[in-house]
């Protein structure tokens, strides 16, 4: 008996019956099935899984392609399953992954926070990419975060209390090790790129400083120590 060929074997098949058929396929596995099968693979790579990291997961029981049938869109069965995509995002979610960062950190997400949960949660770029910066995409999450000359204050008046803490105006080493114990202020080159990065900006920035502390009534020796 002569073979057929693929395509008249193609043709030839009932539409009813095909359809019939990979609608009982689909049933195989319910929706809630599918979104719990996701939830667990994110939770084992510790991110929201690509198509291709989701098949090479040895946990899963499920083809990529079973999930898209069922849900359309690879993207849209991860937002059904709570989960963000990484490349994709909107602006609405990536504005609630700032939010439940800053919930987890207990503070304004810094862009440090954002690298560290790299692949668990959409890159800076895409923010920038997004929302023009970081700043502008924080401030629509609703964080309070400063602008413009605003900024300097605020720095400033880190700057005293930092001094008062350590007895001396800050140098650029002490306001790093600051920065490190609280990740909540700027970085020293944040604070040095407010003077446009110029010879002598923190020499500036501690003028700036002293003349805070002296309008207080704190006396600021030559050497920069305090009384």
């Not at 929706?31 to 099968?37: F, S, V």
Request: charged share 30%; net charge positive; proline share 5%.
């Amino acid at each position: 008996m002569a073979k057929r060929a693929p395509f008249a074997a193609v043709t030839a098949i009932d539409p009813a019956e095909l359809a019939s058929f990979q609608a009982a396929m689909r049933r195989r596995y319910s929706d809630t099935e599918i979104l719990a099968e996701l939830r667990a693979s994110a939770a084992r790579l510790r991110r929201s899984p690509t198509m291709k990291e989701f098949e090479a997961d040895p946990g899963t029981r499920l083809h990529p392609q079973t999930v898209i049938e069922h849900f359309g869109t690879w993207n849209a069965a991860k937002r059904a399953a709570g989960l963000v995509p990484r490349r994709h995002a909107t602006r609405e979610e990536l504005v609630a992954v700032l939010r439940a960062v800053g919930e987890e950190v207990g503070r304004t997400p810094t862009a440090r926070d954002l690298d560290e949960r790299r692949g668990r949660v959409p890159s800076k770029s895409l923010y920038w990419h997004t929302f023009g910066s970081l700043t502008e995409a924080l401030r629509e999450a609703g964080f309070d975060v400063a602008v413009g000359e605003e900024r300097l204050d605020r720095a400033v008046t880190h700057g005293v209390a930092l001094a008062h803490r350590i007895g001396r105006l800050p140098k650029f080493a002490d306001w790093a090790d600051a920065r490190r114990a609280d990740p909540a202020l700027p970085t020293e080159w944040q604070v040095y790129r407010l003077f446009d990065s110029q010879r002598g900006a923190w020499a500036t920035f501690q003028f700036l400083v002293r003349g805070s502390l002296l309008t207080d009534g704190v006396e600021v020796h030559a050497d920069g120590t305090l009384s």
